[in-house]
């Protein structure tokens, strides 16, 4: 079955702890992404990558960081630096000129 | 002014009821347009995705796309207690990045 698994659903956080939420796709698809949900706000987004070794800032990236060493995963660091780091995360594929496809989310929280 | 703006919702109509849910967006340039639906602790599916003016359909599912007005609507016919969730609309200026609007919460009462 093909389709972006994030992992875990749950998370939790201690003060000044940095966490990675994990996204792999079997899709083969050459773009990944990061977004944010919170509750009555729309999707806002981290970080992107197009290629293997390359990514891209997002609107709201800072306390945030990426890496992109295989095609099939894009795992996202968030560090100490973000200061309101509850929310829903979300993690998407695509291939050029075609949607989105999304995961279903990690739910991180602060202890 | 931003980008995408979304009529918030919530929206609460009978079982059967024909449900439209919208968009405005600002940005001429936006070429493709999404609509998305999240249930609850889900991610995001793709309902309908479209890049001309005029009516898509698929099923019970009508995406309208009126670039003159820069508007985009989403109908749901006969709709069903399964619609309730949340309504998102996506917007893509030809490259990578989409915007989304806040979203419509929707509930369909048996």
């Known amino acids: 079955d093909g389709g972006i698994t994030q992992s875990p659903k749950y998370l939790f956080r201690k003060e000044g702890q940095n966490v990675t939420l994990s996204c792999e796709q079997n899709l083969n698809h050459d773009a990944m992404y990061w977004y944010r949900q919170d509750p009555g706000q729309g999707l806002r987004l981290i970080y992107y990558s197009q290629i293997v070794n390359d990514f891209q800032k997002g609107d709201i990236a800072e306390g945030y960081s990426v890496s992109r060493e295989k095609k099939e995963s894009f795992p996202l660091t968030v560090t100490s630096a973000q200061k309101n780091p509850t929310a829903f995360y979300l993690c998407?594929?695509?291939?050029?000129?075609?949607?989105?496809?999304f995961g279903d989310g990690t739910r991180l929280s602060i202890l | 002014q931003k980008e995408v703006e979304q009529d918030p919702g919530p929206l609460s109509v009978p079982e059967g009821a024909i449900v439209s849910l919208n968009c405005t967006y600002s940005?001429?340039?936006?070429?493709?347009f999404m609509w998305y639906r999240q249930y609850s602790r889900k991610g995001p599916e793709l309902l309908m995705y479209t890049y001309s003016s005029g009516n898509k359909e698929d099923g019970r599912f009508t995406a309208q796309v009126d670039k003159s007005s820069k508007y985009i609507s989403l109908f749901i016919r006969d709709s069903q207690p399964s619609d309730s969730a949340t309504y998102l609309c996506a917007i893509e200026a030809g490259s990578y990045q989409l915007t989304f609007g806040k979203g419509t919460k929707l509930s369909v009462i048996p």
């Open positions: 940005n001429s340039a936006f070429q493709y």
């Open positions: 998407a594929s695509s291939i050029v000129r075609q949607p989105q496809h």
